[in-house]
Each structure stands twice: as structure tokens, then as C-alpha cells.
């Protein structure tokens, strides 16, 4: 994936202008290492903030950190200084819910300006709390004397919005602007403002408690009188275009120019930790006998309810921070399957957002066209303007059959007819794309090729534009027919076969179950390569096969388009040396002619893509290698903070005593790769449902060696759920049974 917008030329020098080629207006800049800067990121709905470890956001060149809100920096800077210098910083940590950040930090030697020390160093104690919620920021600032003596304390905020727009921020240049205007100043306030080329105006609002002794349109002074032991509050809300609220402020008290920001403070607050409980009780539970898979699992399930926005058609995975924090098809799609058994309302969401904004007609300029499902959906300035083409983007081949897919994946784990029946029209739109648009040619394959020189020029999940190639390197030209995507097409006509069925309408049923036959043994004839042991890459516009060995080809397992005869090739060629790392299935194999291990798609690791292949292991009966993958991951977290899975990493060997070498501009955390353990457990356990019978089925369950005991609980099926522990023992897992609530079994194959 995950250029998305984004072929990335992540070693470009310098931002690159609009109007030069299409590779310089989406790149994402390796001047500023994420992995080097480990931000602390915060989300909430359309509004994401990426601080560094002392709560500050500093501007400068390449520097992605700041606030937010649909796509437009609204706070590039923000930099709290204390008796004129930076303070140290003691502890940085977000809560396990990703609820807050609070930052520790302390004074050093202060002096004056004789060099006279006034101060010594930790006497001074400041926390702060931060979090966000709807549109604003808000930060609590607790300022604590431990010293023996009174202090006076002076604390300096100084701050800014340059209004960027993301693609700004990631490295392009525009050649005009709007403009800003002039900061309106009250006591306890100050507004700084911006109209775009778009004629829209944003605004940023700072709001503080007390007022500050001094307040500019780029500075706000406190200064605390603290006796020994003393402790004394600051509050600050910072509201992007007003935010969607007023902190809870009472309708009379706005509208008498009064805001309250203490009392905004803690109604949010409350509201925030409400919201993100509500959200998170309706999935299933994860606890195992390792704690520290316990810490990584249960940071995945945090990260992705943060990453999830309320959308009118219910909750949508946005697909990760700091460069995708909006809607992406694809991601949401494959981050739902991920996460189904876990809590199928994420399903139920995606796919009714995705569907309110299916394709409905020709653009070449969007890359859209009837049936298709959506890439991309942008709202800042330069989408707007169409100085980018993602304002809403269809330029991914394989969105469409993704969401059949998830369709029918969704109706197998929740039996639920009613949303198969609303969804029925888009699904038969979507079907109807994969054999008109979607062939370009008519040869039963479904191919991609970009309809404008602004388009993305390659558009699977490894869109990056030299992730397609042949054995020599050459790069293949198109249009062009992914491995992967012909076996979603084949996992969607399954789908849509099931669906369709359950619904009245056998014929048709029959005759999607007719096509997936079909496209079966014609991809057998055209995509499975007996001297590589597994399918090739692609098909290029000629017809040529790509002869590459790479992690698509697991894909095809996932699916179940693979002959059983061709599975245990296609399984040992990506668990061979030159595929897997020790912490992962590469990209690339390392045989191959663009391998890099430090590419963003020819042979780095990404965990997701990992998750999907070990799934595919799984569903031809390979748990083994699927435990091992997981063990690579897993493995892999233990070297992160969080012990977050980043979007992807280096293809280089595992190494005993050593880590991962990470990837510089790796978004973390990313919908996808957070979903990815939670896959992993599912694959492992061979769990699955059968609606029909009410049944929860654990078939060949196996345990990697980290694990010898696993406990789900609160496993919805139906109107009931079940309660349910794996233990090893011996070679093989025992399922126990702890308690169930409603007509629900359990069935274990072995």
C-alpha cells in the first residue's frame, strides 16, 4: 500500500513544486525521521495531533508535528519554555486507551544574568495533560514547587498556525497561497486566522484560565507565586474552526462571549474516556499467558478505536497517523476483515460508508467510474482546488472486490440479513464493474491503468511506482493485472454467491459460484510459474508475466483461488530465507532485481501483509508457518515503544541479540498493521463461525511458542456471546469452555 497518495520518493532532497510530474506532487520526504522523532500522536475524529516527547510541537523544515483538522495544520507551533529555557523532561506516556498524553517534566540549573544560579535543577515540577476531543485540543498544565523556599515561576508558551495543508506538510510546494489574517486578542483568548484559495476561512482559537499575564498573537506568559509544596492549575483549549462544540459550554454562556476553559477541560475529558469505553466494550476480549503480548494486543485494540471515526454510516477505521488520517477504501476494507471476529460493527460501518460513496459515473479525473469503490477522500484546501486529485479518488483496483468480499465475510460472521439486503445494490454495482470497467481487455482479468497523468500510476496495495516490475527489473507497463487482485475478484464472487443465495436468488448465486470456477483455473494457467514454486507478481499490458517471487502470491492462499496442489509450493518459497526475514515475509525476495530492504515495497515487511498471507497459511491447513510469522511480529513489538507494529519495516535478516532495523517515514500507528496481531490470533486459533447453527469453531488450533494460553472473552455470536480459553498441552491445544450467555456452542475440529 500505502503511498496511497503517495508513490513515494522517499530520499527526494527538496519539496517538489504542483504541476511537476505526478511522482513529485505525493511524496512523502525522508528529511524528517518518524522513527528517529518517535512522536506521540493523539486522534480524535477529523482532528489528529502529533507532539514530540515533551508535549511541544516544533516548526521547522519537514517537521510533521502540530494540530490537525480535516487536512490542514491548524497549530504548526506550540513550545513551552520555563525561566526562558526548555525543561527537562522526566517521563512521556499515553495512556493504555490512548485516551491522554502526559508529559513529566522538570526544571534545570537556571541563572541569571550575571550567570548567578537562581534556581537549582528539579525543584520545579510541571505535568502535562493532554487529549483531544471534537474539533479541539485541550491541555491541563500543573505547575508544583518542591523546593523549601517560595518561587516565582515564569512559564512561556509561545505558538502558531501556518495553516499548511497535508500535502504541504509532506513536501510539496505551492506556488500561491491564501492569506492570513490579522490576530483578534482578547484577555483570555487569541484567534488566528486563514481564507484559502478556496475561499474558505479556517481558524484556530486559543482559549486560556487563567488569563495570562501577557498574551500576543504568538505568546502566552504565566507566572505562578508557589509557597513550598504548592501546586496551581493552567488550563488551555485549542479549537479548530470552532470545533463541534464548546467544551460542554452552556448555549447561555456563549452566547455572552464568556468561555469557561476549566470546566471545557473536564466535561471533554469526561466525554473522551465515556465515548472511548462505549466504543471499545463492544469487541471481544484478548488475554494470554505472555504479558507482554497482553501490552501488544491490547495496545492494537486501543490504537484502532482511536483510529476509528464516527461517520453517518456508522464507525470507519481512518487508516493511520500522521500521513492517511482520513478515509481510505482499501486499509478500512482489509483492517475490517482483520478485526471481524473481534467486533463485526467495524464491518458493518465501513461497508455503509464505502457504499454512500460508491462511484455512480465516469470521471477520468478521479479515476472514477460506476461500481467502483472509493481510494481516497481529502478535504483540505489543495484537494479542494484540485491541486490534487484525492478530494474523492478511485484509483485502487482493488477496493471494489474488497468490499464484496467484506460483504459476504461480514453476513458468514453476523448472519445479519437486513444490511445484506440495503447493501445488495452496491454489491451488484461493484460485481458489474469487475466485468465491464474492470476488464479492460475482456480476457476475465481485472487490470488497472490510471485515466490521467495525475493519477496513481500503480494502484494494488504496493502502489509505490517502481513496485511492479520484471525478472530483469524493467518496469512493466500497463494495464496491468495484479496477482492479488484476481483472487479477491474470486473471494468476491464467492461472496457475492453467498449473499445472493441468501437472499432468493439462486440463479444468480449459481452463476457467481459459475465465475469463481472459471477464473480459477484460468489464473492456474496464467499466474502460478512452476520454475519460481509460486504465482508471479502480474500480467503486464502485453500479457508478459512479472516473474517475480514476492508476498502477493500469499494473497492467493487468503483467498482460496490456489489449487491445493500448488499451496505447500507457494508456503515453502515464502518460508524460505530469501522471503522471510526472521521477522517477517518481505515484500520482495531478496533474489529479485529491485530488492531493497529499505524500499517502501520491494522488500521491506509490512504487518499487515503478513497477517493476510499467514491467514492464507492457515486456510490450507499450514498453522505452523502462521505461528511463526506471528512469533516474527510479536518479536519485532518487543523492540518498539508501545509495543505498536509500525506500517512497515526493513526487509534486513533477523539477527540474534539485534532488532529490526524500522523504516524512517513509517506512520505508526496504522489501522492495518495494529489490526494485524488480531488477525494472527485468529489464523493461529483457527477460529471461525457458523451462523447457521449458532456455532463458534476453533478448527486445528495451535499456539505459537510465546503462547500457552489464550482466553477470549465476551465472543459475540448472534444475540449471545461465549467465553472461551485455548491451553497447550502437549503438542496439542485443549479448548475449555468458561461460560456462555444465549444459545450458543462451540465446536472444536482437530
Given amino acids: 500500500m500505502q503511498t496511497r497518495t503517495a508513490e513515494i520518493a522517499a530520499h527526494a532532497p527538496a519539496p517538489l513544486n ?23 500522536t493523539l486522534k480524535h475524529g477529523d482532528t489528529f495531533a502529533v507532539f514530540d516527547h515533551n508535549g511541544d510541537a516544533l516548526a521547522g523544515p519537514g517537521s510533521p508535528e502540530g494540530v490537525y483538522h480535516r487536512d490542514t495544520r491548524h497549530l504548526s507551533h506550540f513550545f513551552l519554555t520555563m525561566g526562558g529555557v526548555r525543561p ?113 476561512r479556517r481558524d484556530t482559537s486559543l482559549h486560556f484560565d487563567p488569563a495570562p499575564v501577557a498574551l500576543t498573537s504568538s505568546l502566552a506568559v504565566f507566572e505562578f507565586s508557589l509557597a513550598p509544596r504548592e501546586a496551581q492549575l493552567a488550563f488551555i483549549e485549542i479549537l479548530c474552526d470552532g470545533g463541534r462544540h464548546r467544551g460542554g459550554q452552556a448555549a447561555g454562556e456563549a452566547s455572552a462571549g464568556h468561555h469557561d476553559t476549566r470546566r471545557a477541560f473536564f466535561m471533554a475529558l469526561r466525554d473522551a474516556r465515556r465515548s472511548l469505553r462505549i466504543s471499545s466494550s463492544r469487541a471481544a476480549t484478548v488475554a494470554t499467558s505472555n504479558e507482554i503480548c497482553n501490552e501488544a494486543v491490547r495496545r492494537s485494540v486501543s490504537d484502532l478505536y482511536m483510529l476509528v471515526t464516527d461517520t453517518p454510516e456508522g464507525p470507519f477505521p481512518y487508516a493511520g497517523i500522521p500521513w492517511f488520517s482520513t478515509v481510505f477504501g482499501r486499509d478500512a476494507l482489509i483492517t ?115 485515466r490521467t497523468a495525475d493519477g496513481l500510476i500503480n494502484q494494488g496495495w504496493k502502489d509505490s511506482h517502481d513496485s511492479i516490475f520484471h525478472a530483469d527489473g524493467a518496469l512493466a507497463s500497463g494495464p496491468i493485472a495484479l496477482v492479488e487482485v484476481q483472487a479477491y475478484v474470486y473471494g468476491a464472487w464467492q461472496a457475492a454467491a453467498r449473499v445472493a443465495r441468501a437472499l432468493g436468488y439462486g440463479r444468480r448465486a449459481q452463476e457467481f459460484n459459475d465465475k469463481a470456477r472459471m477464473l480459477r483455473m484460468r489464473f492456474d494457467e496464467r499466474f502460478f510459474d512452476e520454475e519460481l514454486s509460486t504465482y508471479v507478481l502480474a500480467l503486464d499490458g502485453h500479457k508478459s508475466p512479472c516473474r517475480v517471487r514476492a508476498s502477493n502470491a500469499g494473497h492467493a492462499l487468503f483467498t482460496g483461488i490456489a489449487l491445493p496442489e500448488r499451496a505447500p509450493l507457494v508456503v515453502e518459497t515464502l518460508m524460505a530465507r530469501s522471503s522471510f526475514s526472521g521477522w517477517g515475509v518481505r515484500t520482495v525476495a531478496s533474489t529479485e532485481a529491485r530488492y531493497n530492504p529499505m524500499s517502501y515495497h520491494n522488500g521491506s515487511v509490512w504487518p499487515h501483509d503478513n ?98 494460553e489464550v482466553t477470549l472473552r465476551r465472543l459475540a455470536v448472534g444475540e449471545g456471546s461465549v467465553d472461551v480459553a485455548l491451553r497447550r498441552a502437549g503438542h496439542q491445544v485443549v479448548v475449555n469452555v468458561l461460560s456462555r450467555r444465549g444459545d450458543v456452542r462451540v465446536l472444536t475440529r482437530s
Wanted: proline fraction near 6%; glycine fraction near 8%.
Fill in 611 to 708: 497477517a493476510i498471507v499467514a491467514a492464507g497459511f492457515a486456510r490450507y491447513g499450514f498453522r505452523a508457518q502462521a505461528a511463526r510469522i506471528f512469533e516474527g511480529l510479536f518479536s519485532t513489538s518487543l523492540y518498539i515503544d508501545h509495543r505498536r507494529l509500525p506500517e512497515l519495516f526493513c526487509g534486513f535478516p533477523r539477527q540474534r541479540s539485534r532488532g529490526p532495523t524500522f523504516y524512517p517515514v513509517a506512520c505508526i500507528p496504522q489501522a492495518w498493521a495494529a489490526a494485524a496481531p488480531l488477525s494472527l490470533i485468529q489464523s493461529c486459533l483457527g477460529l471461525g463461525f457458523n451462523m447457521d447453527e449458532r456455532e463458534t469453531v476453533f478448527d486445528e488450533p495451535a499456539l505459537p511458542d510465546f503462547l500457552d
Fill in 88 to 200: 527537562m523532561l522526566l517521563s512521556s506516556t499515553l495512556r493504555d486507551d490512548n485516551a491522554s498524553l502526559t508529559c513529566d517534566l522538570t526544571n534545570p540549573d537556571l541563572y541569571d544574568d550575571t550567570g548567578r544560579l537562581v534556581l537549582g535543577h528539579d525543584l520545579i515540577h510541571v505535568r502535562r495533560s493532554r487529549f483531544l476531543w471534537n474539533g479541539a485540543c485541550f491541555e491541563r498544565l500543573s505547575v508544583r514547587n518542591f523546593d523549601e523556599r517560595h518561587r516565582k515561576v515564569r512559564i512561556e508558551i509561545a505558538f502558531a498556525a501556518d495553516f499548511a495543508d497535508i500535502f504541504e506538510v509532506r513536501g510539496t510546494r505551492r506556488g500561491r497561497r491564501g492569506h492570513d489574517h490579522p490576530a483578534e486578542i482578547t484577555p483570555r483568548s487569541v484567534t488566528l486566522a486563514y481564507t484559502g484559495l478556496d475561499a474558505r
Fill in 18 to 40: 504542483v504541476g511537476d510530474a505526478p511522482l513529485a506532487q505525493f511524496f512523502i520526504p525522508a528529511a524528517a525521521s518518524l522513527q528517529e522523532r518517535r512522536p506521540r
Fill in 336 to 450: 475490517a476483515l482483520e478485526m471481524l471476529w473481534l467486533d463485526p460493527n467495524v464491518a458493518r460501518g465501513v461497508l455503509c460508508h464505502l457504499a454512500a460513496n460508491q462511484a455512480t459515473r465516469h470521471d477520468p479525473v478521479a479515476d472514477a467510474e460506476p461500481g467502483k469503490i472509493l481510494h481516497e477522500l481529502r478535504q483540505g484546501e489543495m484537494a479542494e482546488l484540485g491541486e490534487v486529485p484525492f478530494r474523492r479518488y478511485y484509483g485502487s483496483v482493488d477496493s471494489t472486490p474488497l468490499f464484496v468480499m467484506l460483504a459476504g465475510a461480514y453476513f458468514e460472521r453476523t448472519g445479519d440479513l437486513g444490511i445484506m439486503t440495503k447493501l445488495w445494490p452496491h454489491i451488484d454495482a461493484a460485481l458489474k464493474w469487475i466485468e465491464t470497467d474492470g476488464d479492460r481487455d475482456g480476457d476475465g482479468f481485472v487490470e488497472y491503468g490510471r
